[in-house]
């Protein structure tokens, strides 16, 4: 890479992380106090409408943002008529989901729901509203503004939020911080992105774009049917608090996911459209970004699975215990996850929507299979199948990524392994130096305070490349940002 290039991958990982850390630990504060002070039944009510808000917004999008940053020099028309599209499209989904509220809340037989649902709704269009925004700045990389732009929203809301409950408002402190979120940050973004848009409004770019996006948002639309069909089949078929069981355990393995995930896709495409035209050079980005990630995303993902028990016991109460399966399962796929997130980017930069499209709804199909199969066994085992299935397809994605620029599996092992193997063997050092610990709040320090060490120690005599890359990064960040002031 180029050292400009070089430099703006650097900047934006660490701005990338920056932000996607904080937001975690807004997220994390955010959780403790909600799930300590709402019950089981309050998370199962909001998680029941999680898919209608996925699945609009994946509608009001279409891929036109991954569009618009495939194109290196895409015109202020095209741009204009993206965000006019979004605008028209959310007011015209929040209008339709604000009728079909009591048949949401009748499926469910929950009557509460069509209040609930209504508020909730409006964030579907607030979202969009930014899209355009978000996009210009996604693609000169203004990952310092995206933060500061993201500190601000995530922080008022929770806020916002956790006096909300103190307050008594149960659910519905859940929907207001999440609308707020959404509120303040397209705010925010449309006042700081360099574009504004123009009472114009043309249908040609949205023609020209759509042979693209049309596969990009079936693809979408599967993807958030696909990640939130558990929310409908255990809303639909269990109960309440089964659903808000699952969805505690998942959330904080998300938490972790969207770190790690949020971090490289704040940067990876950009990247990629960049060196398009190389694929070797292409190919050693990917492979940079993948021990990244493993460096990274290994010891978090696998480290919260090693004390979930303690870590949710800890922050949100003993009665959340049966959430602890699930938070392992998923943080064992999150570790992992970082990969999907990487080579989809490769996909879509060039331009292969369509293959995208194929082997997603292959997975999907797949793994809804294999729900309602297992479904006779109970909850844990239809998500044993299901992150089963995910796994699988990343062998997948990696033959589609070695078909475009060549990247073979037994690189990606040679990347990724170290990093996974010292992680299982510092964990496992410090169970075994833990085990003899009574005290929960004693346990929890101790097991991560040994790990972390054992991580470092070993990344520093082994001589990491990428360890002795962040560590002197980070000085000259720092050294640099105090010279601008």
Request: charged letters at 15%.
């Amino acid at each position: 890479m180029t050292s400009t290039l070089k430099q703006k991958t650097a900047t934006g990982l660490f701005w990338g992380a920056f932000n996607n850390g904080y937001q975690q630990v807004i997220n994390i504060v955010f959780g403790i106090f909600a799930a300590r002070i709402l019950n089981i039944n309050d998370y199962g009510l909001y998680g029941m409408l999680a898919i209608f808000t996925a699945i609009a917004s994946i509608i009001i999008n279409s891929g036109f943002s991954i569009a618009l940053t495939n194109k290196k020099n895409a015109s202020p028309q095209e741009y204009n008529a993206v965000f006019w599209f979004t605008f028209i499209a959310g007011l015209f989904l929040y209008i339709v989901l604000f009728f079909f509220a009591p048949l949401i809340a009748g499926f469910y037989k929950k009557p509460e729901l069509i209040g609930l649902s209504r508020f909730l709704f409006l964030g579907i269009f607030f979202g969009g509203i930014g899209t355009v925004s978000y996009t210009v700045m996604f693609k000169q990389m203004m990952v310092k503004q995206q933060t500061i732009i993201d500190i601000i929203s995530f922080s008022t809301a929770a806020v916002i939020g956790i006096t909300a409950a103190i307050k008594g408002l149960a659910y519905w402190a859940l929907a207001i911080q999440s609308v707020t979120q959404l509120f303040l940050g397209s705010l925010l973004r449309f006042w700081v992105a360099p574009w504004k848009p123009s009472w114009s409004f043309q249908w040609t770019p949205i023609k020209e774009m759509f042979p693209f996006t049309y596969k990009v948002f079936i693809t979408n639309l599967f993807v958030q049917i696909n990640n939130n069909f558990f929310s409908v089949v255990i809303g639909k078929l269990m109960n309440t608090d089964q659903l808000g069981i699952y969805s505690q355990g998942k959330k904080w393995a998300d938490m972790g996911n969207q770190m790690m995930g949020g971090m490289i896709n704040s940067i990876a495409q950009p990247v990629f459209v960049h060196v398009n035209d190389d694929n070797e050079r292409q190919r050693n980005v990917l492979r940079k970004m993948i021990r990244f990630g493993a460096f990274i995303s290994f010891p978090s993902m696998l480290g919260l699975s090693f004390v979930s028990k303690e870590f949710i016991v800890i922050a949100i109460g003993e009665k959340w215990l049966p959430a602890v399966p699930f938070l392992q399962l998923f943080c064992i796929w999150s570790a992992f996850a970082y990969l999907l997130n990487l080579f989809t980017n490769v996909v879509y930069t060039h331009g292969k929507s369509d293959i995208y499209m194929k082997i997603t709804i292959f997975t999907g199909l797949t793994q809804l299979a294999a729900v309602f199969g297992f479904f006779r066994f109970g909850l844990f085992w239809m998500v044993v199948a299901y992150i089963g299935i995910a796994f699988f397809a990343l062998l997948l994605w990696q033959r589609t990524v070695y078909r475009l620029i060549g990247l073979k599996l037994r690189d990606i092992l040679k990347d990724i392994l170290p990093y996974g193997g010292i992680t299982l063997i510092c964990l496992f050092i410090a169970w075994i130096a833990t085990k003899n610990i009574c005290n929960i709040y004693l346990l929890l320090v101790s097991k991560v305070a040994i790990s972390v060490f054992l991580y470092i120690f070993v990344m520093k005599i082994s001589r990491s490349v990428i360890f002795k890359e962040c560590t002197e990064y980070l000085p000259d960040f720092f050294k640099k940002a105090r010279n601008k002031k």
